[in-house]
């Protein structure tokens, strides 16, 4: 830990003196980045014991390459992991890693270059830039090291070293004394076309969030160990998820609200926690009022109540909310209330049992009932401030959620949650007129307990929390009067 703490400050204090050349400095340090602890470790040769390997009758100085390995925490064992030594011009080369002890880095004239007298010559790359680990690809590994892919398919994880497979090409494959060795060129930028199917969502490090059309999406490129995105700017954030097949994001309430608040129209927004678009999917043919009118929604990252309200009330991602995690505090940025209140609008904001978010309006809290649940307070305050009119009345309902995580989302117990909201929510746009907007803020996951008990989870970054149903509907449209 120490050690990784060493090196991740001299990389800092190098990268802060402006060097981008760590060879240049010391002549010492190696990237070795990929599918390991760390995603990308500067690894200073001068800690390893130099070797002679001989070539053509000349004999060189050199660090054993299984010894650099040994220097950093694969995330795959080593049988399982292939080693990609590439050259700054791109050139590379694929070996097993188990084979590793076969090549030595020796450093010639500031730069690095690979010997390997047992394998083909391919693997002789000269000014390597850098040693990528590649897990083999049934090897599952945690998504803090993964591109995590949201689609209708469902969800899949791409390590940080294979997304470096993607934008390579096999270019051909020799084989000496039993040691392959595969020969790759970069591609030209991998284009978000090919790649994915349908209008997406990025998800970046650093929290924000960029809707991308299909048809005029950039490309994706890899570097020292994670992937970016490309238009005509660098997104200097890496990419960390992809949500596609989406037609918004449940933040886009936000923009909606504000619009029919400046018609002068009046506005109902209702959040139904956890409700997810695969339980939507799943009981349609029960529901009434919320079997149609909404579209598929991507959830934030991470997808937790207090970071998605944050969101849905203020138009903003995450990152410039702020607010990226489980803390109560205000948003970086105004809230739809306040907006509503510079407008001369009257609001009302009726939450559960406890505050999420820091808002401009305070919310009306509602206290549990014997059952644990909120959900019949909220909808009796609701209903009395409906009795004011307000131009804009925000309601949070909690029950799905609560029932999620207890009892799993295609229980019968969230299955009977869902039909007691539907039956508020019914009855809130009986006594309503104007638009009612109805987003929840994240969906629900079933996970198999450790004691065997199936239960609801969420900031997971997985199809069922990240896809939500997004209503929008006109009181008129859906009740006789
Ligand atoms: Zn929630």
């Not at 926690?273 to 079997?291: A, F, M, P």
């Amino acid at each position: 830990m120490k050690r990784t703490i060493l090196i991740l400050t001299i990389v800092l204090l190098m990268v802060f003196a402006g060097c981008t050349n760590k060879e240049s400095e010391s002549g010492k340090y190696i990237t070795i980045n990929g599918d390991v602890e760390g995603i990308s470790v500067q690894v200073d040769l001068s800690d390893i014991s130099h070797e002679d390997v001989t070539i053509n009758d000349t004999t060189y100085k050199g660090v054993r390459l299984s010894k650099v390995l040994q220097k950093v925490s694969l995330l795959a064992p080593v049988e399982k992991s292939y080693l990609m030594i590439t050259a700054r011009d791109g050139v590379s080369a694929l070996i097993d890693a188990e084979t590793a002890s076969l090549c030595h880095v020796v450093e010639e004239e500031g730069v690095f270059n690979m010997k390997a007298p047992e394998h083909p010559r391919v693997i002789g790359i000269k000014d390597v830039l850098e040693i990528t680990v590649v897990a083999h690809e049934d090897v599952e590994v945690s998504d803090d090291h993964a591109l995590k892919i949201v689609d209708e398919e469902g969800d899949r994880r791409i390590s940080f070293g294979n997304c470096k497979l993607l934008m390579f090409e096999k270019s051909g494959e020799s084989r000496q004394n039993g040691n392959l060795a595969v020969k790759y060129v970069k591609k030209a930028p991998l284009k978000a076309e090919d790649f994915i199917g349908d209008d997406f969502v990025l998800y970046f490090d650093n929290y924000d969030m960029l809707k991308v059309d299909r048809d005029y999406a950039g490309s994706f490129v890899w570097e020292n160990g994670r992937i970016y995105y490309e238009t005509d700017e660098r997104h200097d954030s890496p990419v960390t998820g992809i949500v596609s097949g989406v037609d918004t994001v449940i933040f886009d309430a936000f923009d909606m609200m504000k619009i029919l608040l400046d018609k002068n129209e009046k506005v109902m927004f209702i959040l139904p926690d956890g409700l997810s678009y695969e339980q939507v999917e799943y009981y349609k043919d029960n529901l009434t009022i919320l079997s149609g009118n909404y579209k598929k929604a991507a959830s934030v990252n991470p997808a937790i109540s207090n970071v998605a309200l944050a969101a849905i009330i203020t138009g903003q991602s995450p990152f410039v909310t702020g607010i990226t995690k489980r803390e109560v505090k205000a948003p970086n940025v105004k809230d739809i209330f306040e907006y509503a209140a510079s407008k001369g609008k009257t609001a009302a904001y009726v939450e559960g049992n406890s505050v999420l978010v820091v808002t401009s309006e305070k919310p009306k809290l509602n206290v549990v009932d014997s059952e644990g649940y909120t959900d019949k307070g909220v909808f009796e305050t609701a209903m009395y401030e409906l009795g004011k009119h307000p131009d804009l009345i925000f309601i949070h309902f909690h029950g799905i959620d609560d029932a999620n995580h207890e009892y799993s989302p295609l229980s019968e117990e969230a299955r009977q949650k869902i039909f007691e909201i539907e039956g508020y929510i019914k009855e809130l746009v009986k006594n309503f007129f104007g638009h009612v907007i109805i987003v929840p803020d994240h969906g629900a996951v079933a996970i198999e307990d450790a004691d065997g008990t199936t239960r609801g989870k969420h900031n997971l970054f997985k199809y069922g929390d990240m896809y939500v149903p997004f209503y929008y509907f006109e009181r008129g449209s859906l009740i006789e009067e």
